[in-house]
């Protein structure tokens, strides 16, 4: 037992940053459900969760290229075409809506793939080939959707917003007031999803020999290469991966608000944010080091500072300001190390 | 053909080849002119001119941009800044109209400066930081609004007068291009931001002072971010919410395009120049082509994504 705990101080200590940002959601999630009216209520966490979905996978998607010292620029994009493509297919019978999801999922893995082939084989710097095949994502979105609108399935969206409860209820599985099932049956189903794809995906791949070499290449991708490692396939598979997430995030983007848009600002403001919630989470911008886990606490950071807004009487027009400065002074706070430092030489790694 | 192409210095090549490309557009968007209507006004000097006038714009925050690119380090605070001084320089008008505009610029470049090189915040994130914050301060003080204050007639004049034929906002982006080549070219500072985007380390060693070499960069792009916006505010006779936001990535690409290395350390002016004028020339013939914007932005990134791949290729990790 006493050598659990040891491990998992140990564990702490190696991962500061994401113990922290653990901490500071918790912090401020407790705090806004004191300040509620109704907090620590399903229906609070239930609006909360849905909120939070697009952003996360958004998040997660941007962690894997920034493991590998690089930088996606095109995952607000790629969520926003995967958003419209969901917005034209998923509707119909039960099989169409099924194989509506599985082709948007499989659009934005391709996009990935694509961004993957083009930074590895084609040699470009991986943050500047894709801001440009972001521009790409968001020509298709808008051949697909030139204007705002959709049609997806009404039941899918009533029950994939709500509670447990709810989605039993509206496919008639078994009886949702069963004793059994009432302890789970407040739980909001957008926060099942994140776990399931997003920790359910990231956790394995993480534990594989792909997985493994993203981080070496984050760390040092010549001592990775020296080791043979597979560079080219990590690389392909980190984008590929990325395009995953990103399409996750506009599948249930589209799901929620029953519609696509094609918005280039909406997709720009996914991307910054996703970089923000990174970093947030403890990965370095410099790779090697985090998780989509940290990414997936970082997103939700940014979120339930946003729903103060709602419950304490702030000016909205001092909402951005407010928003702008918990950012700035969020990552001033990695400066700490800085002053620590003895050797300034090793500020320039 | 193959053995002059093979010729051309590595640094010569993204220059000869965007220019070349420059051309074909202009031949391209000739032919469909003359199908269609009949006509050729690609190569009238009118119509050059006035594309030059609106491509200044642009040609200035990239000519910041580019410092802060040669330093392996990007000013993504471009977008409020350009705003919040046009802002602040209509609002204050009168003759401390452009001093104030550039005063907003200086301060946010010593912001960004102070941030990436004292507190090591990466660049990506704290200038990221530093443009929300300035969204902020915009919103806060417009009441979300744009705002009534008119360009003084000092920034009309500027940004949409013409002189001896040639619309002043090219005097203006020449004028900024002659301050650039002079710093880059022929001073130490400017000697001294190639060293640190190579190695910051290395320049360390040497001497030279790269923490301010650092924030001096980020003070250029924030002062060419704000020159921008005043010009664009005499352009447009007032300044609006989100005036800056259509600049920010076309002046990074029109850097990379121009082949100045996105890590840092390489790059000519003289091809951030080319690449600026590729990209507005090629916006203005798919919009006399009618061209929708979904095509627009396919051709947009797989003009980029093609050009970078002739000639902007990194190294292979093993020879």
């Known amino acids: ?349 | 053909m193959t053995s002059a192409f093979s010729r051309l210095r590595p640094d010569d090549k993204p220059v000869v080849i965007s220019a070349a490309f420059i051309v074909l557009i202009l031949i391209l968007g000739t032919v469909y002119t003359l199908a269609t209507q009949g006509t050729a006004p690609l190569f009238s000097p009118n119509y050059l001119l006035q594309q030059l006038q609106t491509g200044a714009f642009l040609g200035i925050v990239a000519a910041g941009m580019m410092m802060v690119i040669l330093l392996g380090h990007i000013d993504l605070s471009v977008p409020w800044t350009l705003t919040a001084a046009a802002m602040m320089a209509t609002a204050v008008g009168g003759d401390m109209a452009l001093p104030t505009g550039i005063a907003v610029g200086v301060a946010v470049g010593l912001i960004n400066g102070l941030g990436v090189a004292y507190l090591r915040i990466p660049s990506m994130i704290f200038t990221l930081g530093v443009d929300s914050v300035m969204r902020g301060l915009m919103v806060w003080h417009t009441g979300g609004f744009a705002p009534q204050d008119q360009a003084t007639p000092l920034m009309r004049f500027l940004a949409a007068e013409k002189l001896l034929g040639i619309p002043v906002a090219i005097f203006v982006w020449l004028f900024v291009s002659v301050v650039i080549v002079t710093i880059l070219g022929r001073t130490a500072f400017g000697r001294s931001i190639y060293a640190t985007g190579n190695r910051e380390a290395a320049a360390y060693l040497s001497g030279i002072r790269t923490r301010w070499v650092i924030v001096g960069a980020f003070v250029i792009s924030g002062v060419c971010a704000a020159i921008a916006g005043i010009l664009l505010a005499g352009y447009s006779t007032k300044a609006y919410q989100g005036m800056g936001n259509a600049f920010l990535l076309p002046a990074i690409a029109a850097v990379v395009i121009g082949g100045t290395r996105i890590l840092g350390g390489r790059g000519r002016y003289v091809g951030t120049v080319v690449g600026v004028t590729l990209i507005v020339l090629l916006n203005s013939v798919l919009s006399i082509m009618q061209m929708p914007e979904a095509g627009r932005q396919v051709i947009y990134g797989t003009v980029i994504v093609g050009m970078l791949l002739v000639y902007g290729r990194d190294k292979q990790l093993t020879a």
């Open chain 1, 1 to 349: 037992m006493s050598s659990k705990l040891a491990n998992l101080a140990s564990s702490i200590r190696q991962n500061r940053a994401f113990a922290g940002a653990v901490l500071m959601l918790l912090a401020l999630f407790v705090l806004y459900n004191i300040l509620h009216p109704r907090g620590f209520s399903s229906a609070v966490l239930i609006q909360n969760a849905n909120e939070s979905v697009a952003i996360v996978f958004v998040a997660m998607a941007q962690t894997i290229p920034v493991l590998l010292g690089g930088l996606d620029l095109s995952v607000g994009a790629v969520m926003t075409l995967s958003a419209c493509i969901a917005s034209v297919l998923v509707n119909g019978s039960p099989l169409q809506i099924i194989m509506g999801m599985v082709a948007t999922l499989l659009a934005g893995t391709a996009f990935g793939f694509c961004n993957g082939l083009i930074v590895v084989y084609g040699r470009l710097q991986p943050i500047i080939a894709t801001l440009a095949t972001g521009a790409i994502a968001m020509g298709l979105a808008l051949f697909i959707r030139p204007k705002p609108g959709g049609d997806v399935d009404g039941d899918l969206n009533w029950a994939v917003t709500n509670s447990l409860w709810d989605f039993v209820d509206t496919y008639g599985f078994f009886d949702p007031d069963a004793a059994w099932f009432a302890p789970v049956a407040w739980i909001p189903v957008p926060l099942l999803i994140i776990l399931v794809f997003g920790a359910g995906v990231w956790l394995p791949f993480r534990r594989t020999v792909i997985g493994r070499t993203i981080y070496a290449i984050g760390s040092a991708e010549g001592a990775a290469y020296m080791s043979g490692l597979p560079i080219n396939r990590a690389k392909i598979a980190a984008f590929t991966l990325a395009g995953f997430f990103a399409a996750c995030g506009g599948l249930y983007l589209a799901i929620q608000t029953a519609s696509g848009n094609a918005d280039i600002t909406q997709a720009g403001a996914y991307t910054l944010n996703s970089i923000a919630a990174v970093v947030l989470g403890g990965t370095s911008l410099l790779g090697g080091v985090g998780g989509a886990l940290g990414s997936l606490i970082g997103a939700l950071i940014l979120r339930v500072i946003s729903f103060y807004f709602r419950i304490l009487s702030i000016d909205p027009l001092l909402q951005p300001l407010v928003e702008g400065l918990v950012l700035l002074a969020a990552v001033s706070l990695g400066a700490v190390r800085v002053f620590r430092i003895k050797n300034r030489l090793d500020l320039f790694r």
